[in-house]
Every structure is written in C-alpha cells, then in structure tokens.
C-alpha cells in the first residue's frame, strides 16, 4: 500500500489538466467525446476500486499515460495530431501514425491491468498461462474496440472517418490489431519483472 499513497491526487490534476485542455476547441465535439469517453469510464472504475482494490503504482502510471494518448487523439482526431504530421514529413511517411501509437497502447496499458488482476486474484496458475491469456484477452479487446468503431461508423457518417482514423489505408483495421498485439508482447516481456516487485509490495 505505501508505494501509492503519495500518488493519488498528482494522477487525479495530471488527468484532467490534459482532460480540460483536451475538451479546449477539439477539432470535432462528437469525435472527441467518443475518443475521451474510455478514459472517463476508466477514471470511475479506478475510483470505484481504488480502497478495495488499488493497483501498483506502474499499473496506475500507465492507465494515466493511455488515457492522455486518448484525449491527445480526441482533441486533434487520431489522423491530425501536429507532432505526428511532423514526423510524417521528416520521415517520408504516407500517414499520421498516431493511431498506431494508440493500438499499440491498447495492447501495453491493458496487459500490465490484465495480468496484475490474474495475478492478484489468482486466477490462473502458472506463468505460461497466465501470459497467454492475457495476450488473447489483449487481442479481443482491440478485436472489440475495431467492432465498436465499426458500429459508430454506421451509427454517425459525421463522425465516422475522424473516428475511424483509417487514412485510406485499407489494412487499418487488422494493422491496429497488430500493433496492440505487439503492444501486449512487448509489456509482458519488458515490464514483467518490475511489475512482480510491485505486487509482492502492495501484498506486504
């Protein structure tokens, strides 16, 4: 429990400074709110659970980081954040690759909460197990997250092509799901051990 008490209220002003820089003049309202909405579900569930079920302070840490990436994203739209433009350029790149920042964010963040709830609660044994299943459970998460856009997309023509963010690239969707695949692997290889640490420690 001491590794996260100094931290709750500098995670609470560090969300929503960005959250109400984010809600500022978005490039589109109806995108924005769609965009930002997961990070304001996420904010309540993490309140909700918080005394009965704190998390580590990594996992904490990352929620926070995905959640800035997603209103990042809903105040320029995923296919119009200026950083992005400018790496375009200098790289010769045919799109704004924040999206795949994004995807791949939803396979990182997610794992790291995936694993730390198997763990702690013990729901699979061993650790072979417990890695796969998080992979699956990352990979149907953007499996989901792509049907829902899908969905939005048939439910807003407004909205659509700012929320889908696909760029005229016709491989978008299987690509994000890709990328939040790799995201998941590369958590679980490279955050595992400081993550064991950290649970041992709220476990104390």
């Known amino acids: 429990m001491h590794s996260i008490k100094p931290y709750p209220l ?3 002003v560090s969300f929503f400074a ?3 820089w984010s809600a500022i003049q978005p490039k589109d309202y109806l995108t924005w709110a769609l965009e930002v909405a997961p990070a304001i579900i996420g904010f309540a569930a993490l309140a909700i659970t918080r005394k009965n079920f704190p998390l580590t302070t990594l996992c904490y840490s990352l929620i926070l980081i995905f959640c800035w990436l997603l ?3 809903g105040h320029y739209t995923y296919a119009e954040v200026p950083l992005f433009d400018t790496i375009k350029e200098v790289f ?3 799109r704004n690759n924040f999206d795949k ?3 791949f964010a939803q396979g990182f963040v997610p794992a790291i909460v995936c694993r730390e709830i198997i763990i702690r609660l013990k729901i699979i044994d061993g650790k072979f197990f417990t890695h796969f299943f998080t992979l699956c459970f990352c ?3 953007s499996a989901f997250y792509e049907l829902l856009e899908w969905w939005v997309a048939l439910l807003s023509q407004e909205a659509a092509e700012a929320f889908l963010g696909t760029q005229g690239y016709v491989w978008d969707t299987q690509s994000d799901m ?3 695949l790799f995201g998941a692997m590369c958590a679980l290889t490279l955050l595992s051990p400081v993550h064991d640490k950290q649970i041992k420690q709220l476990q104390i």
Do not use: D, K
Request: charged residues 0%; aromatic residues 14%.
């Open 10 to 12: 500098l995670w609470t």
């Open 101 to 103: 920042l994004g995807h």
């Open 71 to 73: 209103m990042v994203g």
């Open 92 to 94: 010769n790149q045919s």
């Open 139 to 141: 990979l149907a998460l």
């Open 18 to 20: 960005v959250f109400i």
């Open 178 to 180: 890709a990328w939040a």
